[in-house]
Nanobody, 125 residues
């Protein structure tokens, strides 16, 4: 079992920044790829970003490339999502995710092994 706990969400104005954190426990952190998904009201949960086990490879949705950065510190069992130049369309619940099989690329939501509880990000215009 893996437990994931997100933090760092909140309300920010358009153009602002937030950093999300996800603390993992229960299994060797470096044995799984980590990712972030988001879900807006009435919409599907969508891939945002992912990072490989070692942190050497990162992957992003086109909508966030150049604005968001995913990183991980395996010695702290933590993955981060730095979000800059936020837009109102970034408003959603953001979920931390763990994938035991893949490397983080081509990661549909159904391939996720573990989810966090989610943290709300609201961007005002």
């Amino acid at each position: 079992q893996v437990q994931l706990v997100e933090s760092g969400g909140g309300l920010v104005q358009a153009g602002g920044s937030l950093r999300l954190s996800c603390a993992a426990s229960g299994r060797t952190f470096s044995s799984y790829a980590m990712g972030w998904f988001r879900q807006a009201p009435g919409k599907a949960r969508l891939f945002v970003a992912a990072i490989s086990r070692s942190g050497g490879n990162t992957y992003y949705a086109d909508s966030v490339k150049g604005r968001f950065t995913i990183s991980r510190v395996n010695t702290k069992n933590t993955v981060y999502l730095q979000m800059n130049n936020l837009k109102p369309e970034d408003t959603a619940v953001y979920y931390c995710a763990a994938n035991l099989k893949g490397d983080g690329s081509s990661w549909p939501s159904y391939a996720t092994d573990y989810w966090g509880q989610g943290t709300q990000v609201t961007v005002s215009s």
